[in-house]
């Protein structure tokens, strides 16, 4: 499973965007890129998943570019209720619950 | 979507007992299960991976003994921490995966075990 790097922290204001990057130099042909969300003590919650180019859903974009070895998840107009750890996985198609989570994100939304 | 759902969501035990978690899937069933842990600050480790009708496969360094897994239907793993002492205290989650489904995980909503 390839590793990911990923910011540890991010500040923001509410209305703004938010850009998370992720790098992933490792990642294999068939692998996809996931992003979760984790408020404390709750489980992570699945925001989005590509392999390549953009994904867009009602929540945010993810933008992977051509070589796939980053990928940045966009949050548009943030709230406080976006204050949470943000984690990118990447993991072969098929392979949804055996997921090897980094360190995350912790994205604190300030008024 | 699919809801995977724990209990208890809290727990205290006295050190030396033991306490078992129950993850089930609602809506769907789970042929596998994902049993993690987090300790504050951290991210989640995956320990172990649960199969409906077989032995748990555990990550290195998990304990088999210890942490006993249990899935003995489609819709529900249990997590039993056996002779638990301070140090095992953490946030236990669960997971499931529908199959043929989505892309997505779905994660119960965690226990936190407080050992005393």
């Known amino acids: 499973l390839a590793k990911t790097t990923q910011p540890i922290s991010m500040d923001s204001y509410e209305g703004q965007e938010v850009n998370i990057t992720c790098s992933h130099n490792?990642?294999?042909?068939?692998?996809?890129i996931t992003w979760y969300q984790q408020f404390p003590s709750q489980g992570p919650r699945f925001i989005i998943q590509?392999?390549?180019t953009k994904v867009t859903n009602e929540v945010a974009s993810l933008f992977i570019p051509a070589d796939r070895k980053s990928s940045t998840l966009s949050l548009p107009r943030v709230s406080l209720s976006d204050t949470a750890v943000y984690y990118c996985?990447?993991?072969?198609?098929?392979?949804?619950?055996?997921?090897?989570f980094g360190q995350g994100t912790t994205l604190q939304v300030k008024p | 979507g699919a809801v995977v759902s724990q209990h208890p969501s809290r727990v205290i035990c006295k050190s030396g007992t033991s306490v078992k978690i129950e993850c089930r899937s609602l809506d769907f069933q789970a042929t596998t299960m994902f049993w993690y842990r987090q300790f504050p600050k951290q991210s989640l480790m995956l320990m172990a991976t649960s199969n409906e009708g077989s032995k748990a496969t555990y990550e290195q360094g998990v304990e088999k003994d210890k942490f006993l897994i249990n899935h003995a239907s489609l819709t529900l793993s249990t997590l039993t921490v056996t002779s638990a002492h301070p140090e095992d205290s953490s946030f236990y989650i669960c997971?499931?995966?529908?199959?043929?489904?989505?892309?997505?995980?779905?994660f119960g909503q965690g226990t936190r075990l407080t050992v005393v």
């Open positions: 490792n990642i294999a042909t068939n692998d996809y």
């Open positions: 996985l990447v993991a072969g198609s098929g392979n949804t619950g055996k997921l090897i």
């Open positions: 997971s499931a995966s529908q199959v043929l489904g989505g892309p997505e995980a779905f």
């Open positions: 590509g392999y390549k």
